[in-house]
């Protein structure tokens, strides 16, 4: 009987791969789509938040199975290969291979792997390997990270800013990287609030 209930479950899973299936209501619709990933959408048509320029405005969840894109999340989106994001975040992101993110983040995102953010990251950010532009408060934290600007906690193996703030921006890690610190480079904890601001 186990058998025979999987067997029916394979079958309507790739039945709903194959075409798209939509189920309208008054709270949202359900896609199953399969275009260059299996990917469920789960998508509340709310007139203040829908994003008019694209159908890829994650409102609420969208899973991904090996690949998925979208423009603007608000929500939760999370996957299995890669995820990319090309506007902004408000919400969380969380991936296993790889996360990018083009514009900013209001929350938290992260991956296994590398996760990049491209813009400011106010929040939280964590990979094995994770980068932003700005951490403009809250935590980078991963194996390496690494900042053009800081103005929040990195935490890691290996941590790297290019400008750290001379009053938030702090490392905490084995070797830690400040390039505007008067000790650029300095274990366990590293920044200008500690030795000075290089001139």
């Not at 600007?149 to 400040?178: M, P, W, Y």
């Amino acid at each position: 009987m186990k058998k025979l209930v999987f067997a029916l479950a394979a079958v309507a899973g790739l039945s709903a791969m194959a075409a798209k299936v939509e189920l309208p209501g008054e709270a949202g619709n359900m896609q199953l789509d399969y275009n260059k990933c299996v990917k469920v959408l789960w998508c509340f048509n709310s007139p203040d938040m829908q994003d008019k320029s694209t159908d890829n405005c994650v409102q609420q969840f969208r899973a991904d199975a090996i690949r998925g894109v979208s423009k603007t999340v608000h929500g939760v989106n999370i996957g299995l290969g890669q995820t990319r994001i090309e506007g902004s975040l408000i919400g969380a992101q969380g991936t296993i291979v790889m996360s990018k993110i083009d514009g900013s983040v209001i929350g938290a995102c992260g991956a296994v792997g590398a996760s990049r953010v491209d813009g400011k990251v106010m929040g939280f950010q964590a990979a094995a390997a994770a980068r932003c532009k700005t951490l403009q408060n809250g935590c980078q934290a991963g194996y390496a990270v690494d900042a053009d600007e800081s103005k929040g906690v990195q935490v890691g193996i290996v941590t790297h800013t290019k400008k750290a703030d001379s009053r938030k921006g702090i490392q905490i890690g084995l070797v830690n990287f400040c390039d505007n610190s008067k000790v650029p480079v300095f274990p366990f904890v590293n920044g200008p609030w500690l030795f000075g601001e290089k001139e």
